[in-house]
């Protein structure tokens, strides 16, 4: 069982910038999805397992960065530029690599909200 310990949301403004955090109690491939009220959860994105390789969805290439600190387990969401279509809960999840989390991940995390006013 992968444990996923989520931090970082909050409100922001939109054009402003926020990071979200997700310690895992283990190395494996990580990534985030969204939920906005009514809609599907959808991927935002993935990193491999040593961090070589990252992938992101149409909407937020460009604006979001997914990182990875391994000595630490954890990886970091940068995301700038926000806009008010980005608000949503935010899931950190874990899977065995990142074609598999895009799809079918195992674990996830709690959740964290993310909100950006116009």
């Known amino acids: 069982q992968v444990q996923l310990i989520e931090s970082g949301g909050g409100l922001v403004q939109a054009g402003g910038s926020l990071r979200l955090s997700c310690a895992a109690s283990?190395?494996?491939?990580m990534g985030w999805f969204r939920q906005a009220p009514g809609k599907e959860r959808e991927f935002v994105a993935a990193?491999?397992?040593?961090?070589?390789?990252?992938r992101y969805t149409d909407s937020v290439q460009g604006r979001f960065t997914i990182s990875r600190d391994n000595a630490k387990n954890t990886v970091y969401l940068q995301m700038n530029s926000l806009k008010p279509e980005d608000t949503a809960v935010y899931y950190c999840?874990?899977?065995?690599?990142?074609?598999?989390?895009?799809?079918?991940?195992?674990?996830w995390g709690q959740g964290t909200q993310v909100t950006v006013s116009s």
């Open positions: 999840a874990a899977a065995q690599n990142t074609a598999v989390l895009r799809t079918t991940p195992e674990y």
């Open positions: 283990i190395r494996t491939a």
């Open positions: 990193i491999s397992s040593i961090g070589g390789t990252t």
